[in-house]
């Protein structure tokens, strides 16, 4: 599976060579926020055509008043388990050889607005 992660300035589409990776939890398995800077050291999946794969992850609260807290105040887009396909996952290929400058090659990824809050 090919996936783009947007436009370039020269009206291109940057494709990941390596592939779309899948982020899922940190090396304990919990979730984690979008962060460059220590991205390297989670482990990931290669996200490629006929092949199923299952991401999750999870986060641990002391009390039921901290969970309540969480689910009615964290945006949980934040957590690059949701963040990548939101931020990262714009074109899809059609094709199994597509140009990178050629759009016709390509399709939108449409996203609801319900997940830009």
């Not at 388990?81 to 597509?98: A, E, M, T, W």
């Amino acid at each position: 599976m090919i996936v783009s992660q947007g436009l370039k300035e020269d009206g291109s589409l940057e494709v990941p060579t390596q592939g779309f990776l899948v982020y899922s939890t940190d090396s304990i398995g919990k979730c984690f926020k979008d962060d460059p800077k220590t991205l390297k050291y989670y482990p990931n999946l290669p996200l490629t055509f006929d092949n199923d794969i299952t991401v999750s992850c999870t986060v641990s609260f002391a009390s039921i008043a901290d969970f309540k807290t969480y689910c009615e105040t964290s945006p949980t887009k934040d957590y690059k388990i949701f963040s990548q396909f939101l931020n990262d996952f714009d074109y899809l290929s059609i094709f199994g050889n597509p140009s990178v400058s050629n759009l016709k090659d390509w399709v939108t990824v449409i996203k609801s607005a319900d997940f830009e809050t």
